[in-house]
């Protein structure tokens, strides 16, 4: 059976935009890298694993912020997400590589890079440089934007539609 501990220590993880800027600036004060990553994480899978792992050796602390179920229903259509923002945060919370994780409403992550000014912006290679959101105020702030290979044959839409295919 889980213990109690370890489901706080994961819940402590999930953080408002508000409370994870005040303690990020005070890491940064003390000289650790944030890291940044966003996106759905709907169905969480291999692929996004690696991407994680890979992004937290960036820096010292890794910050994934997730589309609310709102804006992922936005994005994705009425049939998304398939899995709830508050089960999402708390996988991704759940991962030893994730330090922190917070939910954002908007369609795209500028507001919360604004807020937490991350040392590292960091996205899939899929990513054209020139189309990742929020990279001037990385770079403005002396960041870095790093595109990091996916791992082939995962994709949470790909995966969803070879579901429905088999059903």
């Known amino acids: 059976m889980p213990s109690l501990a370890a489901d706080a220590s994961t819940r402590r ?6 409370v994870l800027a005040r303690l990020l600036r005070r890491a940064q004060a003390a000289r650790q890298r944030v890291v940044f990553t966003n996106g ?5 899978h291999a692929g996004h694993i690696q991407l994680l792992e890979r992004a937290k050796v960036a820096g010292d602390i ?14 994705k259509g009425r049939h998304r997400p398939l899995v709830s923002q508050a089960d ?5 919370a759940a991962l ?9 409403n908007e369609l795209t992550p500028l ?47 790909a995966l969803i539609e070879r579901i429905r295919t088999r059903a």
């Open 88 to 92: 999402r945060a708390r996988l991704l």
């Open 13 to 18: 993880k999930i953080k408002p935009l508000t």
């Open 62 to 75: 890794l910050v994934v912020a997730i589309n609310s179920d709102r804006s992922v229903r936005a994005l």
């Open 111 to 157: 507001r919360a890079i604004e807020r937490l000014r991350p040392d590292v912006l960091i996205k899939g290679a899929d990513w054209g440089a020139n189309r990742i959101i929020g990279r001037g105020i990385v770079e403005r702030h002396g960041g870095t934007v790093l595109r990091l290979p996916l791992r082939r044959g995962y994709s949470t839409s």
């Open 96 to 104: 030893a590589c994730v330090d922190y994780v917070t939910v954002f």
């Open 40 to 44: 759905c994480f709907d169905l969480l």
